[in-house]
């Protein structure tokens, strides 16, 4: 095993298929095949499978991800000690999930090449789950994610509540009430399209659970979210989602939205951070020009149905 082996492996799993990671890498797929098997040998483990959404990682195939990322990381710091003179606390990495990397991913890009160019930051998106884990296995230094954080390996910081809201057809269409606002109740009277992740409509969900048992009128799920506005703009149902997944197509008159009433409907984001030692200055510079994009974009309504939890910067340690 070798680092260019574990980096061809990664950008396997990633790509989800061997030939999308053979164009990537700009190899041969049968070369990149023969690299998979020679891993394969080594470990006496298979490490992917064929599956119906592509090509994914085993059991075993997962703990050798986890542990790669986190090893290619490490030298790439190392890489840039050594070869470019940067400092190894220099290079940030940085995970946004999908909706809120839509409104924040590039806003805090920009801010960090203007106030810390020194700081050489690395935004990826996914799911929190995933970058709650991410963050505890020490293959990202931050990550903003969906509550509740992890059960261990990592520390938090409350940073907002975001407000969940209808989207729905700006359209008007025949079974849309005129409202707009709407109860739970009038919600699960509507054709809803969900995502087959479940953070995505949290909000909602603890909510009629909390309330009477009522039922949704799933009409089907769409994880992309391009496509899943792209449904409810030509009428086929309506979903819920945060302000951060959908400012633009609101602006941009695809889609149109309803508020959740009597009770506003809300999901808690939190700053995470590893537990394990002292968070390096670099990545603590990065966490305090988060909290003050975010107060910049509550105060000028940039971001829109957000409330900002009462943090403490100080807890950044």
């Keep these: 095993m070798d680092l260019r082996q574990l980096r061809y492996f990664v950008c396997m799993v990633q790509s989800g298929s061997l030939a999308a990671a053979a164009r990537q890498l700009h190899l041969a797929q049968p070369a990149l095949s023969h690299h998979l098997k020679n891993l394969e040998q080594e470990f006496g483990a298979r490490l992917l499978e064929r599956g119906p959404k592509g090509m994914l990682p085993t059991a075993k195939g997962d703990l050798l991800y986890q542990h790669a990322v986190a090893l290619l990381r490490q030298a790439g710091k190392i890489e840039s000690v050594m070869l470019r003179g940067a400092p190894a606390d220099g290079i940030v990495s940085l995970g946004l999930p999908k909706t809120v990397a839509r409104l924040l991913a590039y806003p805090i890009f920009a801010r960090l090449k203007r106030c810390c160019p020194a700081i050489q930051l690395q935004i990826s998106d996914g799911y929190s789950g995933e970058l709650g884990r991410a963050v505890a296995e020490n293959r990202l230094d931050l990550a903003i994610i969906v509550a509740p954080g992890p059960s261990s390996g990592t520390r938090t ?11 729905v057809p700006a359209v008007p269409v025949a079974w849309l009430p005129n409202e707009r606002e709407l109860t739970v109740a009038e919600v699960s009277r509507l054709p809803i399209l969900m995502t087959t992740r479940r953070e995505r409509m949290l909000g909602l969900m603890s909510a009629i659970q909390a309330a009477n048992p009522i ?53 808690q984001l939190l700053l995470v951070w590893g537990d394990r030692t002292d968070m390096e200055q670099s990545a603590r510079s990065v966490a305090h020009e988060i909290c003050g994009l975010c107060q910049e974009m509550a105060d000028r309504g940039t971001w829109k149905g957000i409330e900002l939890a009462e943090f403490d910067v100080s807890e950044l340690q």
């Design 215 to 267: 039922e949704l009128a799933i009409q089907g799920h769409i994880d992309d979210l391009d496509s899943l506005l792209q449904a409810v703009q030509d009428g086929l149902g309506v979903t819920v989602l945060p302000w951060s997944a959908i400012q633009g197509a609101v602006a941009g008159g695809r889609v149109a939205v309803r508020a959740i009433r009597p009770n506003r409907v809300t999901r």
């Design 157 to 167: 910081m409350p940073l907002l509540a975001e407000e969940m809201v209808v989207v």
